[in-house]
């Protein structure tokens, strides 16, 4: 098997399992007793905090933790939502092809009185930095862009729209699921007030992330009921989640320049071989992505098809984002840089990591090319593109 869905989710890592097992064992008391093993606890909630904010440049007073990146997001918007509202300012800026966790969020909002700009993407899958400070108003309490696109792995100018709102003295979150152990991301240098991140996508378990909330920001309750997280996430704490996340994360930000060099290497392979396949394009900006982002169109095949038999190869993929996977609706993502219905319609996300090899690459690309030529065999539209009834556009 080859696994190839690392944006999806990855396979926890030794050190993030064996830590999570021991916490289990031996520090199964509950943090916020006064007794020893309860002290026990609080100190490896602790500690955990500290090295999660060692690895992003973070003051340990501005970690709070989460189910996962979607509740973090959440409490980020509506926290500087609510800010904003105390101020009379209502506008908030992000753009076309942000996570759901997002633009669901942002939808919420706008039935509470709130105004939404939410900007174009190119087609390179970029946002400009320019357009950003074109869009804040006076009224303007917020902008959310996210580090790396979840579909396409774009990188966002982010260290460059941080510092256009913090000189307009705008709050600035970003959507760091993809990003976080993948990218060095300083939040100081970054300009970020707000960042958001989820354990599985670095080696670490699900259900348990973090949000970064600078100092000075007043964070809005979304789960009431306790005083944990310092009064703003109730709730008994995850602690050998947390612990085994901050174990990934380390292990992860400490391996980063040589992983993301192996994994940029095996990437471009994988870009150049796919690319050889007629008429396919390459999703979003072939330098400013991801290490480990590869996603692809095809004209006249669907991407479900193709993920299916990819599977039956033994070769795990995605058509886009996990969270979406079983709809028919073609990504938004696709649609937001450009891309035509027919077109999103036969889309390929491979997403890999520093497990794999050349050899593996390889046997993906060969795998993809034969299962994408064998499925335009009998697809009647590939037929009306070779015939000219209808023009390619890829």
């Given at each position: 098997?080859?696994?190839?869905?690392?944006a999806?989710?990855?396979?926890m890592s030794e050190?993030?399992?064996?830590?999570?097992v021991?916490?289990?064992?031996?520090?199964?008391?509950n943090p916020?007793?006064l007794y020893?093993?309860?002290q026990r606890?609080?100190?490896?909630?602790?500690?955990?905090?500290?090295d999660?904010?060692?690895?992003?440049n973070?003051?340990?007073?501005?970690?709070y933790f989460t189910?996962?990146?979607s509740?973090?997001?959440n409490q980020?918007?509506?926290s500087a939502a609510e800010?904003?509202r105390?101020k009379?300012?209502l506008?908030?800026?992000?753009?076309?092809f942000?996570h759901h966790?997002v633009?669901h969020t942002?939808?919420?909002l706008k039935?509470e009185?709130?105004?939404v700009?939410?900007?174009?993407?190119?087609?390179?899958g970029?946002i400009?930095?320019e357009?950003?400070?074109?869009a804040i108003?006076?009224d303007t309490c917020?902008?959310?862009i996210m580090y790396a696109?979840?579909e396409?792995?774009t990188?966002q100018?982010i260290?460059?729209?941080?510092a256009i709102c913090?000189?307009k003295?705008?709050?600035?979150?970003?959507?760091?699921?993809?990003?976080?152990?993948?990218?060095?991301?300083?939040?100081?240098?970054?300009?970020i007030d707000?960042l958001?991140a989820?354990?599985?996508?670095?080696?670490g378990?699900?259900?348990?992330?973090f949000l970064?909330a600078?100092?000075g920001?007043l964070?809005s309750?979304i789960i009431e009921?306790g005083a944990q997280?310092?009064?703003?996430?109730?709730?008994?704490e995850?602690?050998?989640?947390?612990?085994a996340?901050?174990?990934a994360l380390?292990?992860?930000a400490e391996k980063?320049?040589e992983?993301?060099?192996?994994i940029?290497?095996?990437r471009?392979?994988l870009?150049?071989?796919i690319s050889?396949?007629?008429h396919?394009?390459?999703?979003?900006?072939?330098?400013h992505?991801?290490?480990?982002?590869v996603?692809?169109c095809?004209e006249g095949?669907?991407g479900e098809s193709?993920?299916?038999l990819?599977?039956?190869r033994?070769i795990?993929?995605?058509?886009?984002?996990?969270c979406?996977?079983g709809?028919?609706?073609p990504s938004?993502?696709?649609?937001?840089i450009?891309?035509?219905h027919?077109?999103a319609h036969?889309s390929l996300?491979l997403t890999?990591?520093e497990?794999?090899?050349?050899?593996?690459i390889?046997?993906?690309?060969?795998?993809?090319?034969?299962?994408?030529n064998?499925?335009?065999?009998?697809s009647?539209i590939?037929?009306?593109?070779?015939s000219?009834?209808?023009?390619f556009?890829l």
């Amino acid at each position: 098997m080859i696994y190839a869905d690392n944006a999806a989710t990855t396979r926890m890592s030794e050190a993030a399992i064996n830590t999570m097992v021991s916490v289990m064992k031996e520090t199964y008391g509950n943090p916020s007793s006064l007794y020893s093993i309860g002290q026990r606890a609080k100190e490896v909630l602790e500690q955990s905090r500290e090295d999660i904010a060692g690895v992003i440049n973070a003051d340990v007073r501005e970690i709070y933790f989460t189910s996962g990146g979607s509740e973090a997001d959440n409490q980020a918007i509506r926290s500087a939502a609510e800010i904003g509202r105390k101020k009379g300012k209502l506008h908030i800026i992000s753009s076309a092809f942000e996570h759901h966790a997002v633009l669901h969020t942002l939808e919420k909002l706008k039935k509470e009185g709130f105004e939404v700009t939410l900007l174009d993407v190119h087609s390179d899958g970029l946002i400009r930095p320019e357009e950003v400070r074109n869009a804040i108003r006076e009224d303007t309490c917020l902008v959310t862009i996210m580090y790396a696109n979840n579909e396409i792995g774009t990188i966002q100018p982010i260290r460059e729209i941080g510092a256009i709102c913090r000189e307009k003295n705008v709050l600035f979150h970003t959507d760091a699921v993809q990003a976080v152990a993948h990218l060095p991301i300083d939040v100081k240098a970054d300009n970020i007030d707000l960042l958001s991140a989820s354990a599985h996508k670095f080696h670490g378990p699900k259900g348990v992330g973090f949000l970064y909330a600078r100092k000075g920001i007043l964070l809005s309750n979304i789960i009431e009921g306790g005083a944990q997280e310092r009064g703003k996430r109730a709730g008994t704490e995850n602690v050998p989640g947390i612990a085994a996340m901050a174990a990934a994360l380390k292990e992860a930000a400490e391996k980063l320049p040589e992983n993301a060099a192996y994994i940029t290497r095996l990437r471009d392979r994988l870009i150049d071989g796919i690319s050889k396949i007629p008429h396919c394009a390459l999703n979003g900006d072939p330098v400013h992505r991801l290490p480990g982002n590869v996603s692809f169109c095809f004209e006249g095949i669907e991407g479900e098809s193709l993920l299916l038999l990819l599977d039956d190869r033994g070769i795990q993929a995605s058509s886009g984002s996990a969270c979406t996977s079983g709809s028919l609706d073609p990504s938004h993502v696709l649609l937001a840089i450009g891309r035509v219905h027919d077109v999103a319609h036969g889309s390929l996300r491979l997403t890999i990591d520093e497990s794999l090899t050349e050899s593996d690459i390889d046997e993906i690309v060969k795998n993809v090319a034969e299962v994408v030529n064998y499925l335009r065999g009998f697809s009647p539209i590939w037929r009306d593109l070779v015939s000219g009834k209808k023009q390619f556009i890829l």
